[in-house]
């Protein structure tokens, strides 16, 4: 497959460049780069549903707390004024 993708000139240099210090065929650099960022894509997408799905079984158990109990321990953690 192929598809065409136009960079801007700043980003086609760093790649350029990404491929020269690697010594590899440029469209090949850019494949294992976008391949990368879509595996991180979707395993950041799956880490924040699992995270959306631990909260919700907690709070239908009843593991939460008020906004004003979360707020007062932020501020003494962090020093911030009342």
């Known amino acids: ?3 065409e993708i136009t960079l801007n000139p700043e ?3 760093q790649l350029r460049k990404k491929a020269t210090q690697r010594g590899q065929d ?3 650099v850019a494949t294992k780069l976008l391949a ?3 595996e ?3 395993q ?4 924040a549903i699992q995270g959306i799905k631990q909260g919700l079984n907690d709070f239908e158990a009843g593991n939460f707390r008020g906004f004003d109990e979360f707020a007062a321990e932020q501020r003494r953690k962090y020093n911030l004024p009342a």
Do not use: F, K, Y
């Open 11 to 13: 980003l086609e240099e």
């Open 44 to 47: 950041d997408s799956e880490e």
């Open 40 to 42: 991180w894509e979707a």
């Open 1 to 3: 497959m192929s598809i």
């Open 36 to 38: 990368s960022v879509l």
């Open 26 to 28: 440029i469209s090949l």
